[in-house]
């Protein structure tokens, strides 16, 4: 099994953006929550978006969405060594890898956190890394 950002997977985590779906390795997310609140800190700039209180612990939370808002689910991720959160719209599935066939490579033109394309049902579902996505949303102190 490959970690971040390989192809294989021990399964997928399969999240909604918008109208959009996504899937991430489950060998990325440690846990998913639902996010009912989210608490603003003075001087935070997006992406990151506050923190939700896990288990008595503050949680970071990016928020990854186009339309931020207050409710939705969290994957709980670790990265570069820190536990935090990725707020999206929904998660709409965890599935096993062969529920995930692979389809063809990205397009040149996707951008770099798309790692590859699977198909669901009839539909397209882009693979992301959402390290990288994560890596080109944080915009610089």
Known sequence: MAGRGGLV?????LFRL?????????SDVREIVRLTRLEELPGMRPPLAGVVVLRGVPLPVFDVRDCPG????????????????VAVDAV????????????EPPARTLPGYVVGVRHHGDAPVLLVDVHRMLDLKRIPA
Do not use: I, Q
């Open 9 to 13: 997977s021990a399964g997928y985590v």
């Open 18 to 26: 918008g109208e959009r779906t996504f899937a991430t390795p489950l």
């Open 70 to 85: 207050v409710t939705g689910d969290v994957l709980v991720m670790t990265v570069d060594g820190d536990e935090v959160g």
């Open 92 to 103: 709409t599935a965890v599935l096993a890898p062969d529920e995930l066939p692979e389809g």
